[in-house]
């Protein structure tokens, strides 16, 4: 009797775990049927930054509407204090990500031209930074870099 009881209790966890994947793809293609593009990468520590044991992810979103949605969380850094934090145009490991994305890039280096979601960490050193800009990023817009507060570069997380 057990033995029935236990294969049951498997086909039914099977079974859910069938379904949460349905719902999980139908979620999914639902977003991407809307056009909504979702890029995501986690933090890694640059050489400035390798004295702080960081971790945290950055997520960029490109909606249908035309705007993109940047999101930056990172664990680690030093308590109660602003970061700066902006999407930049090469890979994290291309030359510590090279220079600040521009939509224009004879443009300026500030908001709306530049997209930041600089932060300020709580008292346990967590920081969680957000930026929409009413305009979609190109194809160079590849990271998110975390600046220290003198600006030196101390972590990157790649958006692929």
């Given at each position: 009797?057990?033995?029935s ?11 859910a ?36 044991a ?25 308590p ?67 600046h ?13």
């Open positions: 009797m057990s033995q009881m236990s294969a049951r209790g498997k086909a039914i966890r099977a079974t775990l069938a379904s949460l994947a349905i719902i999980a793809l139908g979620v999914a293609s639902s977003v991407m049927a809307g056009g909504a593009v979702v890029a995501r990468g986690e933090i890694s520590s640059f050489a400035a930054g390798a004295g702080l960081l971790s945290g992810h950055a997520q960029m979103i490109r909606t249908a509407d035309g705007k993109t949605i940047v999101s930056v969380h990172v664990e680690g850094l030093l109660n204090t602003a970061y700066g934090s902006h999407v930049h145009q090469q890979a994290c490991a291309d030359g510590d990500a090279d220079g600040h994305y521009k939509f224009d890039p004879t443009g300026p280096a500030a908001p709306p031209n530049e997209i930041w979601p600089g932060f300020t960490t709580n008292a346990a050193g967590v920081g969680n930074g957000n930026a929409t800009v009413y305009e979609t990023a190109g194809a160079a817009a590849v990271s998110v870099v975390v220290a507060p003198g600006g030196a570069k101390i972590a990157c997380a790649d958006l692929d």
